[in-house]
């Protein structure tokens, strides 16, 4: 039987799926992180614009965001707030080198991990640098690992074709902290190792853990077409 539309159909709904899953994990980082240290330069100037840019983003003007973003670097280039968002903004237009150095920047000013590692794995991941997270990453081991962590270790060891790696590390992840988003993760790595009995395990999991889910669902359309 001839299976062409469905394969089709099934590579646009991965695609926008997996898109979405790259960009929903930049979006919940996407207001300004809330350091545990004060802030360098957060001058009252910077501050003001930083709100601009918030205001822009959220009304979806994302050219008036970076106009505001750059403004406030250069009245405070040590505001990590402003780097990081700036580094955002850089994402969503498709400059993931200037994001990452923004991000990275952002980082060296002060901003806490909690409030970068999660945009910069994606950012690395986007850029395909899956070695160089891995080395500059490395697992901890115990109970010093955090999701993020073993979720974007384990997108990267599947790249570089350790998949045995790969599923230990979003297997440890599910078990810190078992979301929908952790399980469509699990769901694609099954998928992308042929394992298409666990992907469906996984994304019915998942579904039933988030129904209002977009992407779930576009996931789980996805494999019943495969």
Not at 62 to 76: C, D
Not at 176 to 181: A, H, N, S, T, V
Not at 188 to 216: C, V, W
Request: without cysteine; glycine residues 10%; proline residues 5%.
């Amino acid at each position: 039987m001839d299976r062409g539309p469905n394969n089709g159909l099934r590579g646009i709904l991965l695609a926008t799926a997996m898109g979405g899953l790259l960009m929903a994990a930049t979006a919940a980082s996407a207001d300004v992180p809330k350091p545990t240290a004060p802030v360098q330069g957060n001058t009252a100037e910077a501050r003001k614009l930083l709100a601009d840019a918030q205001a822009a983003m959220k009304s979806g003007n994302l050219r008036l965001a970076l106009i505001h973003l750059k403004k406030a670097i250069s009245v405070a280039p040590s505001n990590s707030n402003a780097r990081i968002q700036f580094g955002l903004a850089l994402f969503q237009t498709g400059d993931q080198a200037g994001a990452e150095r923004e991000i990275r920047q952002g980082w060296k000013s002060g901003a806490t991990d909690a409030a970068v590692l999660p945009i910069l794995f994606k950012v690395m991941l986007a850029r395909g640098e899956y070695q160089e997270l891995v080395d500059q990453f490395p697992d901890p081991g115990g109970d010093a690992a955090t999701p993020n962590l073993l979720k974007a270790r384990a997108f990267a060891l599947q790249r570089l074709g350790r998949g045995p790696e790969a599923v230990d590390a979003l297997d440890r992840s599910l078990k810190l902290e078992r979301d929908g988003q952790g399980l469509l993760a699990r769901a694609n790595l099954a998928l992308q190792q042929g394992d298409l009995k666990s992907a469906g395990i996984f994304i019915d999991e998942a579904a039933k853990s988030s129904p209002a889910d977009l992407q779930i669902a576009l996931f789980k359309l996805a494999v019943i077409v495969q």
